[in-house]
């Protein structure tokens, strides 16, 4: 034929502008940006409330009556405890005070008896508690090391420079409560990005089924430039809504300092979270688009799109169950190397660390892999079933052309 | 009748290798043939009317032309060589199932459309504002598919066939559902079109619309092209027919006469077929014998009266 004003031809034209359909689209779509602005406060909200709940001030706060000696003592006490105590030089008077206003947690006063002398209110917290009565106790200490003749300092030092020497048989895990914290949510956002995004591909591909636009737009381009548009374009969306949230929460975390670990972790964490998204959306949205083609009515996507939905969701559940209380497991571990469970629980690993290079290049490896394979399945499938209105078409009747 | 035993005896086109040509498509659907070999031809210009009844192969076909299903065997020829894809995106298609994405604005569907076929982003925007015009739809360009009322929907569905500027139109049951402004709307734009050079090829169950609109008229049945051709060469193998009022007569008043059947009668007119080389001078002294006779003229069968005459030869054949 003669094509006069032939643009964008090729095989990838039309994939692309069926892409460009697809991100224009969800843009405009008012649900589609409230979820993406929802889940970005979420996410940042929960940042700042740690910061609120665990940076937000010292644990305790501890008047003394005497000397600045006495409010180090507290300190280290306090310290020795695992509990951060603010201290208050203040007269007996007002001290008293302060502690019946609730301005201070307890008021100390050591007597020249060496005798820890504490004010609470109504009761002392077991916190506060424990860090007196350490205090109490190396008071006692220094009162007895003084009357053998020996100078608390020199005690002082020679008790903080003991120190065990420790052999590890095999290399330490490095793993804090922040590295968890950080796989937890790292495995919530890609757990809820794969679901809604898997989900929102299968809909996209009944919506053409139910409105039967599907046969007007194949009759311009090839069922596999339809689906691979349509994958491209809300993956691209997915990604860029990824970006933003793990980006956004990453920002807030480094910016209130919440986070302990470096800032080059916390962007390690958030660059696989990201490669994490594109392979296992790639993998998952080509099954889901698969799935979609076979049912032609909405109400008929949830049963279709149930068995590879359950797949993220078990690897989900298993990633936030069992590592988080035993990151070394190694049936996780080993599940973690499949296409089908990688996505979803090698972010979670990856963020609480100790994840060694090689088990990375194989997961990553086996899902690059698997890509192509599932390519052609699903093109087979979305080609077959997607012009088959009415019924829902059995997988193996989708594998033979109609 | 011209012979309806074999789908290929149909005249030729007028100039081989232009226009569309489909070359015997078989297309099976388990133990179902749903295109027995059908072939056509299409020459510019011309507007060719797909007859038969609901099952009869017609959408079928027009998918197979499209691309948007593979027959078994046969070729599709777009000026005497294989169609190819490229080839196919610059046909015009309504789909027998209309559809346009229900929340997408009329003119961003329409050149999302247009672009697809191949039209550069400014020959689309060009294009998208010529058909809402010419359609009478320009006011909703930036409204959503489905808050159109179903004649506007209608509309833009014909400009979704319309608006890449094809150079061949498919249209499956383009009529069904229009009210009658929009059928003339839809005749002009088909007239239109094929004037410019652009064969037509369209589905109808209307056929005074058929027989109106078409240069010729393709009959299936049962996945087969029974007969092709102009409305008169269609005629030209088929009974004769008088009509004739006659006041006085009673029913049944031409029975017995050689070589005539009683075809319809209602009132004081009745409707006779006369088998090839019956002398219409005897039946009109059998009808002067009843008493006077008002009207005696011979009646062209229409389309609709063909069409049942070839199915339901078929039927007992």
């Not at chain 1, 599932?374 to 059995?394: E, F, H, M, P």
């Amino acid at each position: 034929m003669t094509g006069t004003s032939s643009a964008a031809p090729g095989r990838f034209g039309p994939v692309w502008l069926v892409a460009t359909r697809e991100i224009r689209t969800r843009w405009e779509s008012k649900a589609w940006r409230l979820i993406t602005l929802v889940t970005l406060i979420a996410v940042v909200g929960f940042v700042v409330v740690m910061k609120l709940v665990s940076g937000g001030g010292p644990d305790a706060t501890v008047g003394y009556v005497g000397g600045q000696a006495v409010g180090q003592q507290i300190t280290a006490s306090g310290k020795a405890t695992g509990l951060e105590v603010e201290t208050r030089k203040v007269s007996a008077d007002a001290g008293r005070q302060q502690v019946r206003d609730g301005d201070l947690d307890a008021l100390v006063r050591i007597d020249p008896r060496g005798v820890v002398h504490v004010t609470a209110k109504r009761e002392l917290g077991s916190d506060v508690e424990a860090a007196v009565t350490a205090l109490a106790q190396q008071t006692a200490i220094h009162e007895q090391v003084t009357k053998l003749g020996g100078d608390p300092a020199t005690f002082e030092r020679a008790v903080a420079a003991a120190h065990p020497q420790v052999t590890n048989l095999e290399p330490p895990r490095t793993f804090s409560p922040d590295q968890l914290a950080l796989g937890v949510i790292a495995g919530v956002l890609i757990y809820l990005s794969l679901m809604m995004n898997g989900q929102i591909v299968a809909q996209g591909v009944v919506e053409e089924k139910s409105s039967r636009v599907v046969e007007l737009l194949l009759a311009a381009v090839r069922p596999w430039q339809l689906m691979a548009g349509k994958v491209l374009g809300i993956g691209l969306l997915g990604l860029a809504q990824m970006v933003v949230i793990a980006g956004g929460g990453a920002i807030a975390a480094v910016a209130t300092g919440v986070l302990t670990i470096s800032i080059a972790a916390t962007a390690s964490v958030v660059v696989w979270l990201v490669v994490w998204f594109v392979l296992g959306f790639f993998a998952y949205a080509l099954v889901f688009a698969a799935a979609g083609a076979l049912v032609s009515r909405q109400e008929d996507v949830g049963g279709v799109v149930m068995p590879p939905l359950m797949l993220v969701i078990l690897g989900y559940v298993i990633g936030v169950s069992v590592l988080p209380s035993d990151p070394a497991n190694g049936v996780v571990r080993v599940l973690s190397w499949l296409p089908v469970f990688s996505p979803t629980l090698m972010p979670i690993r990856v963020a609480m660390g100790g994840v060694p290079a090689w088990e990375l290049v194989l997961a990553v490896a086996l899902i690059v892999l698997a890509i192509p394979g599932l390519i052609w399945v699903a093109a087979r499938i979305y080609s077959n079933a997607v012009l088959r209105t009415g019924a829902r078409v059995k997988v193996r009747d989708a594998f033979r052309p109609l | 009748m011209p012979p309806s035993q074999d789908g290929s005896l149909l005249p030729a086109s007028p100039t081989p290798g232009v226009g569309l040509t489909v070359r015997d498509v078989t297309k099976r659907y388990g133990d179902t043939l749903a295109a027995d070999a059908m072939s056509l031809d299409l020459a510019p210009g011309e507007v060719l009317g797909f007859v038969g009844s609901n099952g009869a192969g017609k959408s079928t076909l027009m998918r197979i032309i499209l691309g948007v299903l593979a027959s078994d065997s046969g070729q599709v020829l777009w000026q005497g060589t294989p169609i190819t894809a490229d080839g196919r995106r610059q046909i015009g298609y309504m789909p027998e199932e209309r559809g346009l994405y229900p929340r997408m604005r009329v003119g961003d569907q329409l050149h999302y459309l247009a672009r697809l076929h191949g039209l550069s982003s400014s020959d689309a925007d060009t294009s998208v504002d010529r058909w809402l015009a010419r359609l009478g739809i320009a006011h909703y360009r930036g409204s959503e598919v489905q808050k159109l009322s179903l004649g506007n929907q209608q509309r833009v569905q014909l400009a979704a066939a319309m608006v890449h500027d094809p150079v061949l139109l498919v249209l499956d049951e383009p009529f069904s559902g229009l009210d009658p402004i929009a059928v003339d709307v839809m005749s002009q734009v088909l007239r239109d079109t094929a004037a410019r050079g652009v064969p037509v090829i369209f589905s109808s169950h209307q056929l005074e619309l058929v027989e109106r609109l078409c240069d010729r008229v393709a009959i299936v049945r049962r996945g087969r092209v029974v007969a092709a051709g102009t409305v008169d060469e269609l005629r030209s193998g088929s009974a004769m027919q008088l009509v004739i009022d006659a006041p006085g007569a009673r029913p049944g008043w031409a029975d017995g006469l050689a070589g005539v059947a009683v075809h319809d009668s209602g009132g004081t007119v009745t409707v006779l077929e006369l088998s090839p080389g019956t002398d219409e001078q005897a039946v009109l002294k059998a009808a002067l014998a009843t008493g006077p006779v008002r009207s005696f003229a011979p009646r062209q069968p229409s389309l609709a009266e063909l069409f049942r005459h070839v199915v339901s030869e078929e039927v007992t054949a």
